[in-house]
């Protein structure tokens, strides 16, 4: 399985310091430095704060960054395959995400933003708001389903580990 971290809600942002920034910093620095990576959640590296960043824009210069996110509002129903940096090795599942949503949340500056999402940008949103609140993807999936990807991602790991 992940990390256990990843199954434990993070805290909220309350000090807007150096060390928030640091975090930031540390999380866009990671997000780019993967392939194929949409976005990222502050747990995903071992930080508790309630803080992601997402940018899969082409050239990487759109980074938005969330701290203390809410879903304020939820419209309409997908259905569409997601991925993780959490679960590697190609595993994907479909999941059922708003098709719109609504965001309150707090900039790096402290300063309080909305925005309304939809598309890929709102599935991204909901991905890494899960993870803050200790779920992954394959939480979303039938038990069934989550058992045979669980499988699958451990015998990957047992896999690479013989490597």
């Given at each position: 399985?992940?990390?256990?971290?990843?199954?434990?809600?993070?805290?909220?942002?309350?000090?807007f310091?150096?060390?928030?920034?640091?975090?930031?910093?540390?999380?866009?620095e990671?997000?780019?430095?993967?392939?194929?990576?949409?976005?990222?959640?502050?747990?995903?590296?071992?930080?508790?704060?309630?803080?992601?960043?997402?940018?899969?824009?082409?050239?990487?210069?759109?980074?938005?960054?969330?701290?203390?996110?809410?879903?304020?509002?939820?419209?309409?129903?997908?259905?569409?395959?997601?991925?993780?940096?959490?679960?590697?090795?190609?595993?994907?599942?479909?999941?059922?995400?708003?098709?719109?949503i609504?965001?309150?949340?707090?900039?790096?500056?402290g300063?309080?933003?909305?925005?309304?999402?939809d598309?890929f940008?709102?599935?991204c949103?909901?991905?890494?708001?899960?993870?803050?609140?200790?779920?992954?993807?394959?939480?979303?999936?039938?038990?069934?389903?989550?058992?045979?990807?669980?499988?699958?991602?451990?015998?990957?790991q047992?896999?690479?580990?013989?490597?």
């Amino acid at each position: 399985m992940p990390d256990p971290i990843l199954a434990q809600a993070t805290r909220p942002v309350e000090d807007f310091d150096r060390n928030m920034r640091k975090t930031v910093d540390d999380l866009f620095e990671t997000h780019y430095d993967q392939s194929n990576c949409a976005g990222l959640a502050a747990n995903q590296i071992g930080y508790e704060q309630s803080i992601v960043v997402i940018d899969f824009s082409e050239k990487k210069n759109e980074p938005l960054c969330l701290i203390n996110p809410k879903i304020i509002h939820r419209e309409g129903e997908v259905f569409e395959p997601e991925a993780c940096m959490s679960l590697p090795g190609g595993i994907v599942a479909t999941v059922k995400r708003s098709k719109i949503i609504k965001v309150e949340a707090l900039d790096p500056d402290g300063k309080q933003i909305q925005l309304t999402a939809d598309g890929f940008l709102s599935r991204c949103i909901q991905h890494e708001l899960d993870h803050l609140m200790g779920q992954l993807f394959i939480d979303r999936i039938s038990r069934i389903k989550r058992s045979i990807l669980v499988s699958k991602y451990a015998k990957l790991q047992k896999k690479q580990a013989r490597s």
